[in-house]
């Protein structure tokens, strides 16, 4: 079956749907054939493909409707290789209203069993928090990405983060693994930057061998830089590669996709 | 009594929780009594002043139990004129299980009246999403600082923002207004942020004069730039101005500062 990963952080703005979008296109372009899943009602993935939100079209939110829709008719084709099912605001309804309701968080990962034959990957483009929809991903997910940046703050949300995974890992999905975490905007220049990523390194090797979900979380290499024309690329509704193939962005993304394959294929 | 303003963005990672303290510490500055109140189950708000989150104490979250603390045990002195209401795990409960209980929109509102007396401003650091606590945030303000970067995607989540002010505004708190947007980590020399300024700009003349809570609603300025120091001032439990009171942040910020205060004393 497919390897299922969710992009996870529950800071807000730290590249979730960028790293989906671009790290998706590009294992799109090696040969994959990938799925993007939007889970956040804000539905920023669709933008990327130039694609507007329509309350009228099935997606993810329509797949927690009573009836549900088909899995199958909320997919949307992008690129070769390349299909997505956008989110819309009704979405928005799963944290409010249905938050409570019995069965809940397994939605997701049982639509996703209709398709799964037909993709190699499939990426779950997280909203920020730690809510239903995040649940939704974590419980349908084999691995756990977490995106972040190299910033003081975003350290102190990666231990309750990762005490998330652990609990859904402990319950829902006893076979969750946080596989990497990818440094989004980074500013190679600051020495503030550096001593961040230390101190993610060294929290991440003092779980080696521990009986923890994260004991073989890596930090994936190279970390994605901060480069405007990944923040201008939706604004033409364009991935980076179909944007500006040869930017830093897109260069960056492209050499993270092939740390990621490699990783895959070690394991 | 107080001005009470909602930092809002339901995009994460904008700088609400920079802005709260740094704007409110030169507003403190500038000789008005300020009181910040983290509505965010992050908690960052309070490592800008070097306090850890701490479970056991009177907190935002413990406003929302039953029995809830009193509103005057949760203040914590940051600085002279200067502060805060800390968070802490427990605010998540109120998205989560008591998102629909009788009155939970009102809390915050009843609990502010308390301390009116003792403060000139009150600023509100709201979460990302626009959730029960940005309600109780909007439903306790008088007007709301909208936060955000130029970019596209920050563009297509304001005007769901202001919808939200809106139905606010329509039901639970009719004097409600949004009277400055507020550009963070702004980058001066991008022609993709001028444009965006550019629109910004054009969707907030579009509604002058029309009944809308966001009429009157301007463009703040300066933009904050784009400056490390701002990343870095919480690592060390700081403001901007005891961290590094000459860089470009804390210059953006007090001037800033002078622009709220001169609008304030226009109306
Ligand atoms: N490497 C980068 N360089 C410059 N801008 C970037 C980069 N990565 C992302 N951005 C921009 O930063 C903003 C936040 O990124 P993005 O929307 O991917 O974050 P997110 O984690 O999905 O946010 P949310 O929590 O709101 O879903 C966007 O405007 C995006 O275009
Ligand atoms: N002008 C700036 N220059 C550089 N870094 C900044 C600036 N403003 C904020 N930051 C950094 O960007 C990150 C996001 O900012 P901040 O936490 O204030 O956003 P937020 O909107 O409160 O996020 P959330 O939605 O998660 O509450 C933080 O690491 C912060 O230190
Ligand atoms: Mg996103
Ligand atoms: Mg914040």
């Not at 979730?16 to 539905?43: C, E, I, W, Y």
């Not at 199958?72 to 309701?101: H, M, Q």
């Amino acid at each position: 079956g497919p390897r299922i990963v969710a992009l996870l952080n529950q800071k807000g703005g730290v590249g979730k749907t960028t790293t989906t979008v671009n790290l998706g296109a590009a294992l799109a372009v090696s040969g994959l054939r990938t799925l993007l899943v939007d889970m956040d009602p804000q539905s920023n993935l669709s933008l990327h493909f130039g694609v507007e939100t329509d309350e009228g079209r099935p997606s993810t939110g329509s797949l927690f409707s009573q009836p549900p829709s088909k899995v199958e008719d909320c997919i949307v084709k992008g690129r070769d290789n390349l299909s997505f099912i956008p989110a819309d605001t009704e979405l928005a309804l799963v944290e409010g209203e249905l938050a409570g309701r019995d069965g809940v968080q397994t939605v997701l990962r049982d639509a996703l069993t209709k398709v799964a034959k037909k993709f190699d990957v499939i990426l779950l483009d997280c909203p920020p928090g730690l809510g239903v929809l995040s649940v939704n991903a974590l419980t349908a997910a084999h691995e756990v990405f977490v995106p972040m940046q190299a910033q003081y703050l975003a350290l102190r949300g990666l231990e309750k983060l990762l005490g998330t995974v652990q609990l859904v890992a402990a319950g829902l999905n006893p076979n969750l693994v946080a596989s990497g975490v990818i440094l989004c905007m980074h500013e190679t220049l600051s020495s503030h930057g550096k001593a961040v990523v230390d101190e993610i390194r060294g929290h991440l090797e003092q779980f080696r061998g521990a009986d923890v979900p994260w004991r073989d979380c890596r930090l994936l290499a190279p970390p994605i830089r901060r480069n405007i024309k990944l923040a201008e690329a939706p604004s033409f509704g364009k991935t980076i590669f179909d944007y500006d193939s040869k930017c830093p962005g897109a260069e960056d993304y492209r050499r993270l996709a092939e740390s990621v394959l490699s990783m895959w294929r070690e394991r």
